[in-house]
């Protein structure tokens, strides 16, 4: 059996295509894998490292602006259209699934023109460009979100599956993992970072907050700045705080969130996935530079739920940030209702959900 996997850019499109494929490789472990992306995207990076092969095709987002860089991307994607034609043609594979992003348009086409199995999965509530087109030929689109029917009303068939969460983040217990961090039960314990790489509105928010407000002993404090400003952060540090981590990046992120009383975050889809599938209250600072505003989108559901607090770019700051962490972590009733609320958002067997729909579609094809 032959399943081809398209999707990459972001962590969102990358990690629930690897979550899927290793969940397959144990229930097929004859099946033969082929991961399709881009030649920048995360998964150049993620990808090997589990193991899979991945080949690449040329993408370009599209620009609003004209003359030759607006003509440009066409070209570039006719040439992944070349290329993916070729791809098809020399694995044939069995089964399709993709996670979004532009690499996953050119492949796909070609999966569905020729009636491959092919089932999508859209881990934010507004869908990507790539699945809005995919899902009209699509077997099944899977979602993350009940809102995201909404724009996919087109599709042939939608079914409410969540994101794959990480398993070593399920089975964490929130009592072990706060015994292994050495926290007392009155000790609150808060996590502040800004996605994967970073992001410096919320750094400067951070610094801000622990030379002008913060006192040791407040909370206790990770604040991870990300790789890429984790020296410039590490030098800005005036104070030094007895309560407070700064690391260069979580590692034992599984420990650290299932421990947390409250996590500042942007909110991407797999950082909503696993807050809501752990039930943890959080501040959510959605990234302005990501497509169609959909960060924006995803914490907006969340916080109607009563699952986070929203906060912008624009009006975050180092006392904006610090009453708005305390007024929570204080609040014992308001911080256990919007764990709650969290938790009722969350789907924590989406792996199994799409697994089955997986069987469905292989069905036809062993």
Not at 77 to 101: E, H, N, V, W
Not at 290 to 305: D, I, M, P, S, Y
Request: net charge positive; aromatic share 8%.
């Amino acid at each position: 059996m032959k399943i081809l996997i398209a999707g990459g850019g972001t962590g969102g499109h990358v990690n629930p295509a690897i979550a899927m494929a290793n969940n397959l490789k144990i229930k097929y472990p004859n099946a033969k894998f082929l991961f399709v992306g881009s030649k920048h995207g995360l998964e150049n990076d993620l990808v090997p490292k589990e193991g899979y092969k991945i080949t690449r095709i040329p993408v370009k987002g599209f620009s609003r602006k004209g003359g030759l860089s607006k003509i440009w991307p066409y070209m570039v994607l006719m040439a992944g259209m070349f290329k993916s034609f070729f791809i098809y043609l020399s694995f044939r594979p069995d089964m399709a699934f993709g996670t979004g992003g532009f690499a996953s348009g050119p492949i796909l086409f070609w999966t569905s023109l020729f009636k491959v199995p092919t089932l999508l999965h859209e881990a934010n509530v507004l869908p990507g460009i790539t699945n809005r087109m995919l899902s009209k030929n699509a077997d099944i689109t899977a979602i993350c979100f009940p809102e995201s029917r909404e724009y996919l009303k087109k599709s042939k068939r939608i079914e409410l599956t969540g994101n794959p969460i990480r398993k070593r983040l399920l089975s964490a217990d929130r009592v072990s993992s706060r015994e292994q961090l050495k926290l007392k039960n009155d000790e609150k314990y808060v996590v502040i970072m800004g996605g994967s790489q970073g992001a410096r509105p919320i750094n400067d928010a951070v610094l801000d907050m622990l030379e002008n407000h913060y006192n040791d002993g407040d909370f206790n404090l990770v604040f991870a700045p990300g790789k890429r400003h984790f020296v410039e952060v590490s030098s800005s540090m005036k104070k030094k705080f007895s309560k407070v981590e700064i690391p260069s990046y979580i590692y034992d992120s599984d420990i650290v969130y299932s421990a947390a009383d409250l996590i500042v975050n942007r909110a991407g889809a797999t950082t909503i996935s696993e807050l809501t599938a752990l039930g943890v209250a959080s501040i959510l600072i959605p990234s302005p530079y990501v497509a169609e505003n959909h960060q924006e989108k995803n914490a907006r559901t969340l916080e109607n739920k009563g699952g986070c607090v929203l906060l912008m770019d624009e009006e975050i700051n180092g006392k904006v940030l610090y009453d708005n962490i305390m007024g929570i972590i204080r609040d014992e009733d308001k911080l256990k209702a919007m764990g709650t609320a969290a938790a009722g958002a969350g789907i924590r067997d989406a792996s199994q959900k799409l697994s089955v729909l997986f069987d469905e579609l292989l069905e036809g094809v062993k």
